[in-house]
């Protein structure tokens, strides 16, 4: 065999020497066979050779087999990445924000999708609708497509701070008071602080439009949603239609008495300070001070409510509304 087929066979890899090896083996085995009298033991040597040479072959074999699908794969993950990078997709995040997918692979960066342009969405809100008893799904709604930004599930709603307002007219008593809790300062304060005065609004505007429905079985929220409401955080921002709507539930039993005299006289006297109430800013003044009366009345007339540990801030309220 001369030099140059043994440095051909040795460039093409491990397949090569294996090659060469079986073949350098079986030329020691015809010659050592011709011999009258063969040598068991270097027959045998022989032998186990051929055998490692053989296996070695048909591993080096499995090798150039897996390597050159390997390789195939490469070369279709790559002409896939082009495909999907060439569609021009837009794209946003978990969150509904516009954000660009960009995946690395052999050293190269390929962007898959672009931000999606403000542009866009600018004019379009993000709805809430309703895919099942417990899950809804945020969409925006184009002209030329529907966006979805994910799911969300009656635990999430309560419990997360989500920039959507739903376009229908008419919402239950449940979407109501689940939008308002959404929006709260409670919920809000410490997670979008430069939304804020616009989620005060809208929880505002879902927990007025909640004191106002006839359903009877939303009376434990109306109650809990008029509680909200006349928090100073959000009851100044009330606007007049609102405050009626809040002195008209008050004034429907929603609220147990003391408690719905002490907070219509709160009511009263924040629509008092008004800016937009001056014609009647004096009658406001005048019943908060005669429901604060009513109240001192009640609270002096029913012992029980006179338990300062039980009702401490009763008994607060009470000595705060004594006449100077």
Known sequence: MDINLITKLAAAGAMGVSIFCIIKVYELL?????????RPTFLKSIYVSMAFAVLMTVLSLGIEIVRHNIDASDENIEDQI?????NH???LNKNGNPEAIKLS???TTHTLSEALPDSCLKNCELKLEALSDNKHIAVKKTAQKTITFGYVSNAEIKTKALSFLPKRKALS???LWTLGMAYSPSNTSNVIKYRQNEDKALAIEYFSMLIQLDDKESNTNKEKAIKLLIQPELMSRLKPNQYASLIKALKS???ATPWDKYELAQVYLSRSWQTWNKDNSST???NYQQLLADYRKYYENNSWIRDTIKYANEHKWYQES???
């Open 105 to 107: 692979y052999n050293n």
């Open 173 to 175: 008593a449940p979407e």
């Open 30 to 38: 015809k010659a050592e066979q011709k011999k009258d009298n063969p």
């Open 82 to 86: 082009s495909a999907i990078a060439t």
């Open 89 to 91: 997709y837009y794209s």
């Open 253 to 255: 039993g929603h609220r």
């Open 322 to 324: 004594k006449p100077l």
């Open 284 to 286: 406001d003044y005048n």
